[in-house]
């Protein structure tokens, strides 16, 4: 109905098909509306009423009928929830972790979580490098661009709808949300793994062990800046978008709205939505696993009184990783902050949350700027300075660094973790072939080459970025929930450089005392590190197991100063506190335990609202009961995979979250696509929200790609759709034999000789694709050049539908066409054979010449400026004489301005001079009488509207 009162659709022939039976109505005899690029009217939606998704009869309006499950326990509500998205999240979550819990150990590793840490996450960072990273920049080029753009102005809300939350509560909730508990468990650690921890690692170099100390802050802010934020608030600006603007719910699904329209509200939708919420329950649980060994290793600090194991006689809270007492704790605390998390999110968004989130945030400003006032705050806002300038000198070039000859070596060592897709083994190892020919093993490749570590980009950039990305689904959309009212550049500058702006100050103050510290014990103990090695020697500086031994390391230790290169990862923050005097460090290390556990739990109970509101639809307030299970859920997954880890090995709870942080890299490859078509999906939402008319001309194919996951008939798509028998036949045919139904659209495009040469080509391509793959039985590596022929068969798929959407006027990109034909080539032909059956006429004809007409255009552009009255054509096809020399003149002017004429009184429209295109009546007049106007102005004569007689051009 709302497509039906739509001011911008048009009418023509009717939308249908054609096929062995004829004609399903005469196309001459019926009339409907086209249909439009996004089924649905901007206008209308400005002007409407804010839709209220805490009314649970507008969610049910956005979803299937036969989807809803709301269940009441007397006058109680218990549960609103779409329940196949409920289930599938469900099913999967908890197949995860009893799949962790009763897989069997070898070797003392868990054999489930090795496929994640040892298989899947290598083969990723392997095989799609290239993606993560181009994909990252990408997405950042993006939301500039758009928040600088005309759409910049564009509201994530009605046009006058002011910011829901103010600038404070906002900023500290979106920066808690995002990346708060990391700062605490990799502020002091990362800089340090950089500086000391690899060898030869020049990002972007180093010539001394300053510029190296640099590089190790720079690549902590490149890991934690603006590539990190930049996917999030993509998901942001889009979700908001179409939730606020176009009163959609805030789900997942809504984002791709404007690429697939209602079909987003089927099954596709609840793929979506239950994807979403598994990879915010799994990024949640990888941020409960690093803040309870922060919570933990801080705690066991303050009951111990000092950093040296051997010096505490008694203690109640065991270290980090020291066997069932610590997977004890760790559970308990899991438990603690999951209860905290639970009455928090109880409460609500305003109510808990956002209070939480202010508390913590105020508590972290004590911690920084407490560090600054008790340390040397000279250098540490030099070193912020230099860090911001560095950084913004390096990113862009660093931004593309895929380490691709580092990664190269993976084919030339046996001893890394070659995940390589097609040269892992068989007969395309290389290393084998080589060393079967020599009959020696090839050399190190990193000694021969000075490579530094292989693994390095695995270890840290893609898994951040794997990481961010499966935080997408969370992150973004509770940065959407928070920032209603605000415009997209007020998103993109408030919520991406103001959050990097703040976390550069903490990482780079805590990076900073963390290398100064470092430096100091390698000076004390009288260590040297060269440029080019790892080091330092932690034996030869008097440290065993990450404890100081010799006499030395304890004076300097009780002193507050350590070799954090050689301490464990989650006692180097508690360790940078130790030098400013017992009572000072124990409040720092209390504010360090509060601070980490708020963060904790704003991380906690913020992924909880978020799966709730997508369980239940988009419903905003959701029966308490739904909040008390998602944020159980996640607790009890992080307690199940700590539990499960370390029941029959040591350090099992780290085998736990290696894997979490596997899975989050691996949930991150779909994401990346997914966040690709988001860009597409924001510009076409931007363009048709402001009802651009390249868009708003347009139309679309009769049939959708993604019709199949409603059974081949989508609701509330408009227009007469093939039966599904009709359109089952044609997707089989185009599955088995994409060339016989691509063929029909080649017939309407080009001559028949063309279309033959055309579909002859389509199926040579196939054939061979075909015919390589099974070779490959016979011949070795057949099946490459069988890839390589189905390249081709893509490209000339896409070919085929970029001109079919010209001829249509289809609105769409070329992109977006190659990406569908690559990876979805059957739906692709079945659309072309069914569009070009139908009764939809051409809109362009194929191979005419689009400036055909263009003569005739300018001709009556010509005429409708210089009226019938003015110098016409000789009709011999010279153009008409429209210089000044075309009027009478008295003499020739000594400038090209004072051209004159005769005066003449003022003359109806109908005469010689008439009224150009375009302007209103009252504003043209001949230039000479502008001239003689001005002329009069400036002799401080009156100023008369009309012409006055001409002047000698002398006079000028």
Known sequence: QEAHNSGHHTTEPARVFCGPSGCAMAAMQAKVEKLPVIPINPKERHMQSIVDYNDEEQVKKMIR?????????????????????????????????????????????????????????????????????????????????????????????????????????????????????????????????????????????????????????????????????????????????????????????????????????????????????????????????????????????????????????????????????????????????????????????????????????????????????????????????????????????????????????????????????????????????????????????????????????????????????????FVGMFIARISRGRTIRQVVIGGLLAPIGYTFIFLIFLGSLGIKMQRTAELALHETVTIDMTGPDCEAMGYISGQPSSEAAKNLANAGFYALSCRASDDRLFDVMEAYGPGIKTWLHFLCVIGVTLYFVTSSDSGSYV?????????????????????????????????????????????????????????????????????????????????????????????????????????????????VKTRFTSFIVSLFAPFVTAHSMHMKLFSPFMAVINTAVMFAAFVIWIGCMIGEVATFNSSYIGWTSYLFFAFHLTATRVQARHAYNVYGWFVEDFTACLFMYPFVASQMDLQAKSAVPFTTIPGTDPNANLDAELTAEREAFYGKGGKKSSGDGTPPDVSLSAYPMQQAPQHPMAAQQPYQAPQSSQGVHPQPYGMPQHHHQHPQHSMQQNQGYRQGQPMTTHPMPPQQPGRY
């Open 611 to 723: 799966d709730d509101t997508i369980s239940a639809g988009g419903l905003l307030e959701p029966p308490p009961f739904q909040r008390m299970y998602w944020c159980l859920t996640e607790g009890m997954c992080a307690v199940a995979l700590f539990w499960g880890g370390s029941a029959a090995a040591e350090g099992g709870g780290s085998q736990a979250l290696r894997a979490l942080r596997a899975v989050s890299v691996c949930m991150g490859l779909p994401l990346t696509l997914v966040l690709c078509f988001m860009c597409a999906s924001l510009l076409r939402a931007c363009k048709y929200d402001t009802m651009e008319p390249e868009i708003h001309a347009s139309t679309r194919f009769i049939t959708g790609l993604w019709d199949f996951t409603e059974g081949f008939q989508p609701l509330k798509v408009g227009g007469v759709l093939p039966d």
């Open 65 to 473: 009928p036969n989807r809803w499950l709301a269940i009441d326990i007397g006058s109680m509500k218990f549960c609103r929830v779409n329940w196949v998205v409920f289930l599938m999240a469900t099913l999967v979550l908890w197949a995860f972790i009893i799949g962790v819990l009763v897989s069997p150990f070898e070797d003392n590793t868990n054999l489930a979580l090795k496929q994640f840490n040892d298989i899947w996450q290598y083969w990723i960072t392997a095989n799609f490098t290239w993606l993560y990273i181009i994909t990252q920049d990408v997405w950042v080029a993006f939301i500039l661009w758009i928040a600088f753009s005309k759409y910049g102005k564009l509201k994530l809300g009605k046009n006058n709808e002011a910011p829901a939350q103010s600038d404070t509560a906002w900023f500290a909730m979106l920066f808690t949300c995002g990346v708060a508990v990391g700062f605490y468990a990799l502020g002091v650690s990362e800089p340090i793994y950089y500086y000391r921890g690899y060898a030869n690692l020049r990002k972007p170099g180093y010539q001394s062990d300053d510029q190296r100390a640099q590089q190790a802050l720079f690549i902590t802010m490149y890991h934690w800046g603006i590539h990190a934020w930049g996917c999030y608030i993509l998901a942001a600006l889009l979700l908001g978008f179409v939730a606020y603007r176009w009163d959609l719910p805030l789900t997942l699904r809504s984002a791709f709205y404007p690429m697939v329209g209602d079909v987003v509200n089927g099954p596709l939708g609840d793929c979506i939505d239950a994807l979403s919420m598994v990879c915010t329950t799994f990024g949640v649980c990888t941020s409960l696993g690093l803040g309870v060994n922060v919570v933990i290793a801080g705690l066991h600090r303050m009951d111990c009184g000092s950093g040296i194991e051997a010096e505490c006689k008694s203690y109640n809270v065991p270290a980090v990783g020291d066997g069932d007492a610590y997977r004890n704790w760790a559970v308990g605390t899991i438990l603690l902050v999951t209860f905290i998390a639970t009455g928090s999110v109880m409460l609500g968004l305003d109510s808990g949350l956002k209070n939480v989130a202010l508390f913590a945030f105020f508590l972290g400003n004590v911690l920084l700027f407490s560090l600054m006032m008790l340390d040397n705050k000279w250098f540490l806002l030099n070193s912020f300075v230099q860090s911001i300038g560095f950084y913004l000198q390096w990113v862009t070039q660093v931004g593309f660094e895929t380490d691709a000859f580092q990664q190269l070596n993976l084919e030339f060592d046996r001893s890394l973790n070659n995940q390589l897709w097609d040269s892992r083994s068989g007969d395309r190892l290389l290393i084998d072939k080589v060393e079967a020919a020599t009959g020696t093993p090839m050399d190190d490749p990193a000694a021969a080459f000075g490579s530094h570590s292989a693994s390095f980009i695995h270890w840290w950039t893609i898994f951040y970025w794997g990481w961010w990305i499966s935080w997408v689904p």
